[in-house]
């Protein structure tokens, strides 16, 4: 039983297999090369790791709620705010303003229906980011994280969309709106 279990759970057609390497490469490859040119590659402040994280959702598991639009836009902006708030309100108690960021993050997130778990780590990059990512302030609401936010989801909806058989986002009405208009 527990055989049958951890195996079909993980179980995915290879189509989703691929469909998944698609749209996590081309997203996050295309933030990182229309950036590169503005920062050495090692510091490269628009890959923040949230967006991994959210790749894994977005391209992964295309149509859990926390994957949706909503969650994802709002997840990263309000964790981004928030983070950057406890970071300039408590700035040299990073252990105080990581865990504040953090948890008042995902509180809202809750009360605002935008729960996306990366925004989580959105919230603690504010905070722990090298020195170019804490002295862009609230710049770093726009960009990177809601400049990055929006390249996943072009990427999303374009790759998601393309397989066919991954309609996204899940609102199915959306995506017959889609349909009709791109195919």
Do not use: C
Not at 31 to 55: H, R, V
């Amino acid at each position: 039983m527990a055989r049958y279990v951890i195996y079909k759970e993980t179980l995915i057609d290879f189509k989703d297999h691929f469909w998944t390497f698609v749209g996590s490469f081309i997203g996050i490859g295309l933030i990182g090369f229309l950036n590169q040119n503005k920062i050495s590659s090692t510091d490269n402040l628009f890959l923040i790791g949230s967006f991994g994280a959210t790749s894994v959702l977005l391209y992964g598991i295309t149509n859990s709620p926390l994957a949706q639009p909503r969650n994802l836009i709002g997840g990263h902006v309000i964790s981004a705010f928030i983070g950057v708030t406890a970071h300039l309100l408590i700035p040299h108690e990073l252990w105080l303003s990581s865990a504040l960021a953090v948890s008042v993050s995902i509180v809202v997130m809750q009360i605002t229906k935008t729960l996306h778990p990366p925004g989580g780590a959105t919230a603690l990059i504010a905070n722990l980011g090298s020195p170019k990512i804490t002295s862009l302030g609230y710049l770093y609401v726009l960009n990177p994280v809601l400049t990055g936010v929006l390249i996943l989801l072009l990427v999303a909806l374009v790759v998601n969309n393309r397989a066919g058989h991954r309609p996204y986002p899940k609102n199915k009405n959306w995506y017959k709106i889609w349909e009709r208009k791109y195919r």
